[in-house]
């Protein structure tokens, strides 16, 4: 467990290679902060270490009512202080890829690299639709959210009651690998056991200001993107005024979480020592 500001705790995992290069990697939404079995063995291989954590409100670490995706940013320093690090690269997948954009942007002297995978756009960005190419069911929730929070929340209860019945077999098929299945299925029961509020919070904080400007973000930045008809990524060529620095990468598979565009590209130099 490390302390963060507000004397809230959040619990933290640890994996790969405990001597090398630090990337902390961000969980999707619901989920938390475990790990997914061909990333360790490719971080050990690469001489990565692998840092993760649950978010405020999911598994065993203490919510953080009405926080903003940049609010993260003292619960990364925090970890990163608890861990003695200095520098690292972090890797948000899904719901996690806005809060590594707000580290990159918020911790310049400390973030060196971000990626991100199918990281939802921030609601409202100029010149971008954010519900093309979404179901219209998930339209609909979204929209719920925007309009009459009360209800929303109330909706999300029945939902959690499903992901926690949920089983592996369930979602293998669609996954396309029984064991892609069984972490996302341990992220989301381990996530949602103590109730639903991480996963509210971090729904409702991706609609409204992220409480930074990802385009002045000075850490370097690539971001995988696609869509799985449930959230809407982003590639970053169709939000005006973000730097041509950012690299994209389209389009990513929705079963996709593979560390390889990441490892080996986002982060050659950090993870190779330079």
């Not at 903003?68 to 520098?87: L, N, P, W, Y």
């Not at 995978?117 to 609601?123: C, D, I, R």
């Not at 992220?210 to 370097?220: D, T």
Request: proline content about 8%; charged content about 20%; glycine content about 14%.
């Amino acid at each position: 467990m490390v302390r963060a500001p507000g004397d809230r705790l959040l619990r933290t995992e640890e994996a790969g290679d405990p001597n090398g290069r630090a990337v902390l990697v961000l969980h999707g939404m619901p989920g938390a902060g475990v790990f997914y079995g061909p990333h360790v063995a490719d971080a050990l291989e690469k001489g990565i270490r692998l840092i993760t954590y649950d978010r405020p409100g999911y598994g065993g670490s203490t919510a953080r009512p009405g926080r903003s995706v940049g609010d993260c940013a003292e619960d990364i320093s925090a970890i990163a202080d608890a861990f003695q690090i200095d520098r690292l690269a972090v890797w948000g997948v899904s719901g996690g890829g806005p809060y590594a954009l707000a580290s990159g942007a918020l911790l310049p002297g400390r973030v060196v690299a971000v990626g991100t995978l199918a990281s939802p756009a921030p609601y409202g960005a100029p010149g971008f639709d954010y519900f093309a190419g979404m179901e219209q069911a998930n339209i609909e929730e979204i929209k719920l959210m925007l309009e009459d929070e009360a209800a929303a929340r109330a909706s999300l209860g029945p939902e959690r009651e499903a992901m926690l019945a949920l089983q592996p077999d369930q979602l293998a098929e669609r996954m396309g690998s029984p064991e892609l299945a069984e972490f996302l299925v341990r992220g989301f029961h381990a996530g949602l056991a103590p109730g639903g509020e991480g996963w509210w919070d971090d729904s409702i904080a991706q609609l409204r200001p992220w409480g930074f400007e990802v385009g002045l973000m000075p850490s370097m930045c690539q971001c995988s993107c696609g869509t799985d008809g449930r959230t809407r990524s982003f590639p970053l060529s169709t939000v005006s005024g973000w730097p041509k620095r950012f690299r994209r990468l389209m389009p990513t598979s929705p079963a996709t979480t593979d560390t390889q565009p990441f490892f080996n590209d986002t982060f050659p130099n950090y993870t190779a020592g330079s």
